[in-house]
């Protein structure tokens, strides 16, 4: 089934430790986003990736770094992960950057630092 | 800033009707979505609108008022499937989603 995967699906990692969450999408979207979520606040940007190559900064991309070596791979990486970065996150895509084109969501990785 | 407000919490009856709505304060406008999102899960897509009006899909229909900065998701006939949250997001001027809390909607029998 066509779609974007997430991994791990959640996950309990020690302040300081390096992680990478995965996002794999199979519909040859070109534009790739990462959200956290948290009770009682909306979905926030991390970073987005417009077209495979080019990444960009979005509302609260302090301690993550994504790349974007190809169309269909999205990783965010924590460098060295603290407790404030407990939270859901979520990949998304569309299948172009622009007006109108509703975003397609992966089904969340659960993310507790302890 | 930007700023997207909804209802934190709303009740309504299995079989009745609801409004949830939505209004904006935003750097530009290219849009406004509405999502669905379960407990514990991801957000779905529900509605776009952009120009003024009502965009009527099946029992949801979605209003749009642009000089008003403001938007509602009228559910009717209610089915207790549509317990979940409703998320509002305007596409600003950079054709970025920002989004609302959401508004968690409690249906009763």
């Known amino acids: 089934i066509a779609g974007i995967t997430q991994a791990p699906t959640s996950q309990i990692l020690a302040a300081g430790r390096r992680m990478t969450l995965r996002c794999t999408q199979d519909?040859?979207?070109?534009?790739m986003y990462w959200y956290r979520q948290d009770l009682g606040l909306g979905l926030r940007l991390i970073h987005y990736s417009n077209t495979a190559g080019t990444t960009g900064k979005g509302e609260v991309p302090d301690g993550y770094s994504v790349s974007r070596a190809n169309t269909d791979d999205f990783p965010l990486t924590l460098a060295s992960a603290v407790p404030s970065q407990t939270s859901v996150y979520f990949c998304?895509?569309?299948?172009?950057?622009?007006?109108?084109?509703?975003?397609?969501f992966g089904d969340g990785t659960r993310l507790s630092i302890l | 800033g930007q700023n997207i407000d909804q209802p934190t919490e709303m009740t309504a009856t299995e079989g009745a009707i609801v409004q949830i709505n939505c209004t904006y304060q935003?750097?530009?406008?290219?849009?406004l979505f509405w999502y669905q999102q379960h407990a514990g899960e991801a957000p779905t897509f529900l509605s776009y609108?952009?120009l003024d009006g009502l965009e009527e899909k099946g029992r949801f229909s979605s209003f749009l008022s642009r000089s008003k900065g403001y938007s509602y998701l009228l559910l009717k006939e209610l089915q207790m499937k549509d317990s979940a949250s409703y998320l509002c997001?305007?596409?600003?001027?950079?054709?970025?989603?920002?989004w609302g809390a959401g508004t968690k909607l409690i249906i009763k029998p």
């Open positions: 997001a305007v596409m600003d001027s950079n054709y970025q989603l920002i």
């Open positions: 519909m040859r979207h070109n534009a």
């Open positions: 935003t750097s530009g406008f290219n849009g």
């Open positions: 609108n952009v």
């Open positions: 998304a895509t569309t299948d172009q950057s622009g007006v109108g084109q509703p975003q397609h």
